[in-house]
């Protein structure tokens, strides 16, 4: 099983930057894909980045390709979202997410993921 605590998230302003941090437990970390997800207000939640088992590829999601970087760190069993040029339509809670490499799933489909934290709130004021 894996265990994820995100953090980092809080207010900021329009064009400001907020990395995010996710924690991982479990020996089986380094073994899954990881993600960032996320959920506006009102709306459903919405896939965000991911990066593979390896950290030697990424997807993003076309609202923050060029903006938000994700990035992982096997040996401490981290997994980051660094947010750059943040905008009002960021503003969402936050959430780090597992799934098993290769399972058929989507990455971009929440449903395909195992194991998720409990969310960070960024809001990003105008």
């Known amino acids: 099983q894996v265990q994820l605590v995100e953090s980092g998230g809080g207010l900021v302003q329009a064009g400001g930057s907020l990395r995010l941090a996710c924690a991982g437990s479990g020996r089986a970390f380094t073994h899954y894909n990881m993600a960032w997800f996320r959920q506006p207000p009102g709306k459903e939640r919405e896939f965000v980045a991911q990066?593979?088992?390896?950290?030697?590829?990424?997807d993003y999601a076309d609202a923050v390709k060029g903006r938000f970087t994700i990035s992982r760190d096997n040996v401490k069993n981290m997994v980051w979202l660094q947010m750059n040029n943040l905008k009002p339509e960021d503003t969402a809670v936050y959430y780090c997410a597992a799934r098993v490499p290769d399972s058929g799933s989507y990455y971009y489909s929440r449903d395909g993921y195992n194991y998720w934290g409990q969310g960070t709130q960024v809001t990003v004021s105008s």
């Open positions: 990066i593979v088992f390896s950290g030697g590829s990424t």
